[in-house]
T-cell receptor
Framework: RKEVEQDPGPFNVPEGATVAFNCTYS??????FFWYRQDCRKEPKLLMS???SGNEDGRFTAQLNRASQYISLLIRDSKLSDSATYLC???????????????FGQGTILTVHP | DGGITQSPKYLFRKEGQNVTLSCEQN?????MYWYRQDPGQGLRLIYY???????QKGDIAEGYSVSREKKESFPLTVTSAQKNPTAFYLC????????????FGNGTRLTVT
């Protein structure tokens, strides 16, 4: 099983749609979770951190399910500008030698069309 | 302005040559990372360092070497032993801490022919 796994998509949705991505991770001791957005041929940029209780930032909601070992990202009222690749990131064992290791999923491609 | 600087943006080399990619940060971050990205793929971890004079192999360290002599700098050498070196290389840094995210440089596109 891969350390971090995402559905690569692509997801093609109309403007205004709600879309959700999941990201599963294999290390039950992981403590840090993030969602990044990457535009074509650019560096990834932080979209949001994922907190244990879940968190929201405008149209974006991130959730963590420790029991099933996945994080999710929900985008409401999709805009054309949301078209990008969305990457999840998970760290290694808290307190272990791999604590600083941050592993990316392969990314989910989202295209929002008019 | 604080940030991470990678240079050069584009780099071309002949097969068999070693090449060093520069990464400098002025964010006073403890940890630094090198990732590789191939077209249509996610980011794969090459090496990371959490403290000066110490670093750990990532998932694809073969054919690469790093050094961390200063907190601000984490250069990556792509050696001739790396079989498929053409890729987009991204350097990142973060403060040590559970909720500290990665901050990325603009990346270096390396083409080896």
């Amino acid at each position: 099983r891969k350390e971090v796994e995402q559905d690569p998509g692509p997801f093609n949705v109309p403007e205004g749609a709600t879309v959700a991505f999941n990201c599963t991770y294999s290390n039950s001791a992981s403590q840090s979770f993030f969602w990044y957005r990457q535009d074509c041929r650019k560096e990834p940029k932080l979209l949001m951190s994922v907190y244990s209780s879940g968190n929201e930032d405008g149209r974006f909601t991130a959730q963590l399910n420790r029991a099933s070992q996945y994080i999710s990202l929900l985008i409401r009222d999709s805009k054309l500008s949301d078209s990008a690749t969305y990457l999840c990131v998970v760290n290694g064992n808290a307190g272990g030698t791999s604590y600083g290791k941050l592993t990316f999923g392969q990314g989910t491609i989202l295209t929002v069309h008019p | 302005d604080g940030g991470i600087t990678q240079s050069p943006k584009y780099l071309f080399r002949k097969e068999g040559q070693n090449v060093t990619l520069s990464c400098e940060q002025n964010l006073n971050h403890d940890a630094m990372y090198w990732y590789r990205q191939d077209p249509g793929q996610g980011l794969r971890l090459i090496y990371y360092s959490q403290i000066v004079n110490d670093f750990q192999k990532g998932d694809i360290a073969e054919g690469y070497s790093v050094s961390r002599e200063k907190k601000e700098s984490f250069p990556l050498t792509v050696t001739s032993a790396q079989k498929n070196p053409t890729a987009f290389y991204l350097c990142a840094s973060r403060q040590i801490g559970t909720l500290s995210p990665l901050h990325f440089g603009n990346g270096t596109r390396l083409t080896v022919t």
